[in-house]
């Protein structure tokens, strides 16, 4: 390993690899790192297209072809941490998962930060789930399963990589400006679609983008901290409920605009039995060799049809813009009962400053707001992003 340059202070900079540099975590954590003194984010690209969102500030970043163990290698060798944020093929999470330990062991990396999910358990319906109960590797959706693969060759080959630690931080939600899941809320309140199963009532296993990353260098900051698998999230448990009503209120919608499923009943449609399909990885990857293939008019009926919507004796229509919709995923995060521990992350990483839930809606309604995703009558105007970006 090559050596790591000095700053002013006389100080070894350290070096921290971002895996998915160019996605929502990896992106948010190369601005922060740009910030430290003693430490210099290395971001690693699969490809140039990954570069958006990290155009706006000068920082070192590599594109490499992350699948090949060896090219990932060599673009690791003069780092000490890797961080492995990608989010890609939800068919490949496994593979990707085992180039990256292969990479930063061959690259004699002292650090290895694996981003996992708290997916892996599915709706957390039991009490006595902690920070090392077995992931469920026979979960419906791919995306679960291939995270909960991740976590079972990760822990098996933690006691052979004695050179260098392995930190699996197991998040639930990543939400806050700039995120999907929270985009989603403003569409699907703009739209009139909100519908909330169980009337809310689930846990939402959040964490804001900044506590991750906080916790994220907490751990790279730590000499004495073991390798070991971690749930982290955000400092107050909140309800699905108190999730979007919270944005509803800042937003500017009534909170009527919240429709409530009154039970955990997952209705059955169409949609619901094509999106169990699609979970199985030789049906998945079938779907995503054609899709590409196909003309705009089979992809509008794909879309039709997945929806569950009938065809109309006229064609296509614009769907209704007061249309509430629930998808398997979101019943299944929309039912977790219990709320992960997180003790056992405090007790060896140490406090961590986090931000609290009500500004961290203050924020993100913020940038909504910018979106255009505010009421009609709800107040707009710019975003201020520098307190965040």
């Not at 060759?153 to 630690?165: E, P, Q, Y």
């Not at 169990?276 to 030789?282: F, N, S, V």
Request: proline share 6%; aromatic share 8%.
């Amino acid at each position: 390993m090559s050596v790591s340059p000095i700053n002013d202070s006389g100080f070894r900079v350290s070096r921290v690899a971002v895996l998915g540099a160019g996605g929502f975590v990896g992106a948010r954590l190369m601005r922060v790192l740009r910030g430290c003194s003693q430490v210099k984010g290395v971001g690693i690209v699969r490809s140039a297209k990954s570069l958006a969102r990290l155009s706006s500030h000068p920082m070192e970043v590599r594109v490499v072809n992350t699948s090949r163990t060896k090219e990932l290698a060599e673009a690791l060798s003069d780092c000490d941490t890797v961080v492995n944020a990608v989010n890609g093929d939800v068919s490949q999470v496994l593979r990707e998962t085992r180039t990256a330990y292969e990479a930063a062991l061959a690259a004699r990396c002292k650090l290895m930060i694996h981003l996992s999910s708290a997916v892996v358990y599915g709706r957390a319906n039991s009490p006595g789930l902690h920070d090392d109960s077995p992931p469920d590797t026979r979960n419906w959706m791919l995306y679960a399963r291939g995270k909960a693969e991740s976590e079972v060759f990760l822990r098996s080959v933690m006691g052979d990589a004695k050179s260098m630690r392995i930190v699996a931080l197991r998040p639930g939600l990543i939400w806050g400006p700039f995120s999907q899941w929270s985009g989603m809320v403003g569409e699907q309140l703009s739209r009139g679609s909100v519908c909330l199963s169980n009337s809310g009532r689930g846990i939402a296993n959040l964490v804001h983008v900044d506590n991750l990353v906080q916790m994220m260098l907490a751990v790279h900051g730590s000499h004495t901290g073991p390798s070991g698998f971690y749930n982290v999230g955000d400092p107050e448990a909140v309800t699905w409920s108190q999730y979007y009503q919270g944005l509803c209120k800042r937003l500017g919608y009534p909170e009527t605009h919240v429709r409530t499923w009154p039970d955990a009943r997952l209705p059955l449609t169409p949609k619901l039995a094509l999106e169990w399909c699609l979970q199985r990885k030789p049906l998945y990857r079938v779907a995503k060799w054609c899709l590409p293939r196909v003309g705009l008019g089979v992809k509008a009926a794909a879309k039709k049809v997945v929806k569950g919507e009938p065809f109309p004796p006229g064609g296509l229509q614009p769907e209704p813009k007061s249309a509430p919709r629930l998808t398997r995923e979101h019943w299944a995060l929309q039912n977790t009962t219990f709320r992960l521990p997180m003790k056992k992350f405090f007790r060896d990483y140490g406090p961590v400053e986090l931000e609290s839930t009500e500004s961290a809606l203050d924020s993100t309604a913020s940038w909504l707001r910018f979106a255009g995703y505010a009421a009609a009558n709800g107040e707009s105007g710019p975003f201020d992003s520098t307190h965040i970006w």
